[in-house]
Every structure is written in C-alpha cells, then in structure tokens.
C-alpha cells in the first residue's frame, strides 16, 4: 500500500487557495480590465480566500513610500 506525500491539513487547504487565487488571476475577464478594485476584489471573495484575505489587506494598507519606515529608523536614532 502506497503512502500519500501530499500534505494534508492546514499547510494543504493553504497552498489550495494559493492556487485558486493564481488561477483567478490567470482569468482572462479579470486581466482585460483595465483597472481593477483590489478592495473590491478581496471583499467579494473574501469567502473562497479565507487565509490570504488578511494579508492582502495588510499589503494594500502599506504605507506607499518609505517616509514613513524611514520616521520611525530616525525617532529610535537608527
């Protein structure tokens, strides 16, 4: 009898919704859009993308410059 090396559990639904989000973004309908609302996006999927929802969020919440890393490195004197 041949034992499974795939891994099951928390790691394994994980690296599946990796893959239905790549897949979703291979769409083409989603990729003919010009511009897309990535708050949207996350909120109307934030079903099918469980786990990678809060990282999304906090991506698309980072700070658009440096300025503000760079405030924080000079007011603890780094």
């Known amino acids: 009898m041949e034992q ?3 891994p099951v559990g928390p790691v394994d ?4 919704e990796l893959e239905k989000y790549v897949a979703e973004l291979e ?6 859009r010009s511009e897309v609302n990535q708050l ?6 934030q079903a099918v993308f469980r ?10 919440a980072a700070p658009a410059s440096q300025a503000y890393v760079e ?3 000079l007011f603890v004197g780094l």
Do not use: G
Request: glycine residues 0%; negative net charge; hydrophobic residues 40%.
């Open 40 to 45: 949207l996006f996350w909120k109307e999927h």
């Open 4 to 6: 499974s090396t795939v």
């Open 71 to 73: 405030s924080i490195f």
């Open 27 to 32: 769409d083409p309908s989603l990729r003919q």
């Open 51 to 60: 786990t990678l929802k809060p990282v999304a969020e906090d991506l698309l």
């Open 13 to 16: 639904s994980n690296h599946c």
